[in-house]
């Protein structure tokens, strides 16, 4: 069984959490998803993906629990329950033998800390990070730019809302990790160091451990599933986006 540890914080921002968090042992799986900031309801949005990933999980594939998260909170808003501006980020990873498979919409990120290097596994989508592959962004400038988003055996896969990122580089995120002897230690001291350095927005994290057989090495794919079925995330920094799910699927055993 992979040993695994769940934490999240409101941070110093005003209001109530739009963090959420959640896992089932049985199918292992875990997700953070964030209520999009800044707009009414986020905090009905993240929980109605935690309601719907958790029912749906053990009935279909991640993807397509993603998918169906998706539905729920755009039915929800048209029929009045709603805002219509609500939306949430999500961020998903499930370990089936030797493979994990991770699905995010937004800029909720996946990570794997790997004999002491730290890899990020997703790209955010947000307006600076689409502007950083048209201009040279120094990782200082796509933290402070005005229109930033306010948010294998023994690897470790992290998941983590954009309240880690936005106060701790990946330097200091890598050497938090580095003196951590236990996910339960990394989550806290993730979410401990993010709330030093300011904890400007709700901050959540999960960390889980790989128990499977050793591996020899990384194979990584990425599928890019069109287009704009995923309309509840389609505003972020106030810019539209092109909305899609990204999956990243790697092999944690070679030859398989």
Known sequence: MNEFAAVTHPGAREGENQDVIGWDVEHQFWFVADGMGGYS???DASRLVKETLLAQIGHMDLLAA???????????????????????TVVCAQISRHDCRIVWVGDSRAYLWRQGALQRLTRDHSFVEALSETEPLSETQMRTHPNASEVHHGDWIMLCSDGVPVELRDSEI??????SASPQQAAQQLVDGALKKGGRDNTSVVVVQHEGAPSKGLMASLTRVDTAVIGWIAALAGVVLAAAVVIVAWRLHAGR
């Open 41 to 43: 309801r986020g905090q």
């Open 66 to 88: 993603v998918l169906k998260a998706h539905e729920v909170v755009r039915e929800t808003a048209e029929q009045g329950e709603g805002d219509h501006r609500m939306g949430s």
């Open 174 to 179: 890598a050497h938090i990790l580095q003196r």
